[in-house]
């Protein structure tokens, strides 16, 4: 009885064998294989990076002058026009310098229009005769210095109120306006203080910081993806953009960059953005699939028929896009062919026929 029982229980794995290769074998017939060549190529990648929306044009507004704001016309973030008055100033020296400077041009003139009098008068009696020649070229030199006075006190008068006119703090174009600090009437500000900063909305750039990895391997002109964080409902994902500067110098290991939008885009300044930098690796590098490359504890291999034999590889991987990694191996890998299928399924050593493959490019 005993030993019926052993026989059933031979014959049933005996057919569980058949069973399972008459299943693997099957297919291995109807599921054939994906493999490819093995090639040396320049891989592109994407390099990603956030980015800000600044402005293109931005400039920023000094105090000519020392003195306490006498009136503030506008609000921070208000849009100006160019030459709009922004803010005033008073300052009590350069008002005295202005009022001495027109007492002095009163002055100076009833001193040349006395001068000019006197002249007539000298000029007349030198004609009949009463009056030698050197009185009246005496009489003629001080009207000359009486005008150089005129002339100069009338220049600086212009001096003085151009720095009057210079206490009007005015827009050097059209955009909006961002405080710098606090402001407020009376406020003293010193000469050459920065109280504004004015930007051109209408006109902006992309500004990001790559690695200085990538640094040397991105010029201007290059296209790139944007991607915004936060879209309207109707707004497209992605627009595409033009690098126009990259940064000479390197500052905590990162550059910066400078991407122009190619088309027109309504963003507000500060919107952040994600940039995908296509960057083709200037070392031709051994490539393979993705799929080709298999990883068990941290170690990477990859399967090749060599001869119509499997063998195992390992690599080490480097940089990938979404479809091919670089790979690095100690291996001779020229003539093989990489398997990007069915790698679970097949074992070291096993035979495959060339009916059992499918070559993909």
């Given amino acids: 009885m005993k030993t019926k029982i052993n026989l059933l229980g031979i014959i049933t794995i005996i057919l569980v064998v058949i069973f399972y290769l008459s299943a693997h074998s099957e297919k291995r017939h109807t599921d054939?294989?994906?493999?490819?060549?093995?090639?040396?190529?320049?891989?592109?990648?994407?390099?990603?990076?956030?980015?800000?929306?600044?402005?293109?044009n931005k400039q920023y507004i000094f105090t000519d002058l020392t003195g306490r704001i006498?009136?503030?016309?506008?609000?921070?973030?208000?849009?100006?026009?160019?030459?709009?008055?922004?803010?005033?100033?008073t300052n009590n020296t350069e008002q005295e310098n202005v009022l001495k400077a027109k007492q002095n041009v009163l002055d100076s003139r009833h001193q040349y229009f006395l001068a000019e009098n006197n002249l007539r008068r000298i000029r007349s009696l030198h004609t009949i005769g009463q009056l030698p020649e050197k009185d009246l070229e005496f009489v003629q030199n001080d009207l000359?210095?009486?005008?150089?006075?005129?002339?100069?006190?009338?220049?600086?008068?212009?001096?003085?109120?151009?720095?009057?006119?210079?206490?009007?703090?005015?827009?050097?174009?059209?955009?909006?306006?961002?405080?710098?600090d606090e402001l407020e009437q009376g406020l003293f500000l010193p000469a050459n203080s920065h109280i504004f900063s004015i930007v051109e909305i209408d006109s902006f750039f992309i500004q990001a910081f790559i690695n200085q990895d990538?640094?040397?391997?991105?010029?201007?002109?290059?296209?790139?993806?944007?991607?915004p964080f936060f879209m309207s409902e109707n707004a497209d994902s992605s627009f595409s953009g033009t690098i126009v500067f990259v940064a000479?110098?390197?500052?905590?290991?990162?550059?910066?960059?400078?991407?122009?939008?190619d088309e027109i885009c309504d963003f507000h300044l500060g919107t952040s953005l994600q940039v995908d930098i296509p960057i083709t690796s200037s070392e031709r590098k051994l490539t393979v699939p993705i799929e080709?490359?298999?990883?068990?504890?941290?170690?990477?291999?990859?399967?090749?028929?060599?001869?119509?034999?499997?063998?195992?590889?390992?690599?080490?991987?480097?940089?990938?896009?979404?479809?091919?990694?670089?790979i690095?191996?100690?291996?001779?890998?020229?003539?093989?062919?990489?398997?990007?299928?069915?790698?679970?399924?097949?074992?070291?050593?096993?035979?495959?026929?060339?009916s059992d493959l499918i070559i993909e490019e």
Avoid at 304 to 319: R, S
């Fill in 292 to 326: 080709a490359v298999n990883t068990v504890n941290d170690s990477h291999f990859i399967l090749t028929i060599n001869n119509g034999k499997v063998k195992q590889h390992a690599v080490q991987v480097a940089e990938n896009n979404s479809t091919m990694i670089a």
């Fill in 248 to 261: 000479p110098e390197i500052r905590k290991g990162l550059q910066k960059i400078r991407i122009k939008p």
């Fill in 214 to 227: 990538y640094g040397n391997k991105i010029i201007c002109g290059q296209q790139v993806r944007i991607y």
């Fill in 144 to 180: 000359a210095q009486k005008k150089d006075k005129l002339e100069n006190d009338l220049e600086l008068l212009k001096l003085y109120e151009k720095r009057i006119e210079q206490s009007n703090v005015r827009a050097p174009l059209a955009g909006t306006i961002i405080f710098e």
């Fill in 328 to 354: 690095e191996c100690q291996d001779t890998l020229e003539s093989s062919l990489v398997i990007t299928s069915h790698i679970d399924d097949l074992c070291v050593g096993e035979t495959l026929e060339d």
């Fill in 70 to 89: 006498k009136k503030l016309v506008v609000d921070n973030g208000a849009w100006v026009e160019k030459g709009q008055l922004l803010l005033q100033l």
């Fill in 32 to 56: 054939k294989i994906r493999v490819c060549k093995l090639k040396y190529d320049s891989l592109q990648i994407t390099y990603s990076v956030f980015g800000m929306i600044v402005p293109a």
